[in-house]
């Protein structure tokens, strides 16, 4: 059965849920936008078990597409699921790691027992990726996603990623 699909025009450090889902960068190490949003107000227990990580299995970062989790620190969720989008490019279709990315952090998800997660619109910042195909890519991939998670919140930062995903979830 697929998820219940909620959208929230909001700030995402601020969901009280099972798993947020960080727009990381292949280093874990935290930057600009969501991640950096969600390093700064989740703390230092985050950064420090990204560091562990990266020590133990992700030398070389993780792979786009692929997902995993760490503490969520001061955040009001249990633990935050880290995936690294792809840059969008004109040239090359990325769709399929886009789409990855939502898959790999629902099966984290599932592995934690996680019933509530809650993502950003991955890759819509500084990977440019269009927010109407990211729309489309993340609503289809959720509901076609075989998981045990019972809700998944949208939450998107403007009113023009909201207005756009709606128009999709509908």
Known sequence: MSPTLTLIQGDITEQAVDAVV???????????????AIHRRG???????????RAAHYGRGLPTGQAVATTAGHLPARWVIHTVGPVHSDSEDRSGLLASCYRESLLIA?????????????????????????????????????????????????????????????
């Open 43 to 53: 703390g230092p227990e985050i950064l420090a078990e990204c560091r562990a990580l």
């Open 110 to 170: 599932d592995e934690l027992g996680a019933e509530t997660v809650a993502f950003p619109a991955i890759s819509t910042g500084v990977y440019r990726w269009p927010m109407e195909d990211a729309a489309r890519i993340a609503v289809e991939t959720v509901r076609d996603a075989e998981t045990a998670v019972e809700e998944v919140r949208f939450v998107l930062f403007d009113e023009q990623a909201h207005a756009t995903f709606a128009a999709h979830v509908r």
């Open 22 to 36: 960080n727009a990381a960068n292949s280093s874990l190490l935290g930057g600009g936008g969501v991640d950096g």
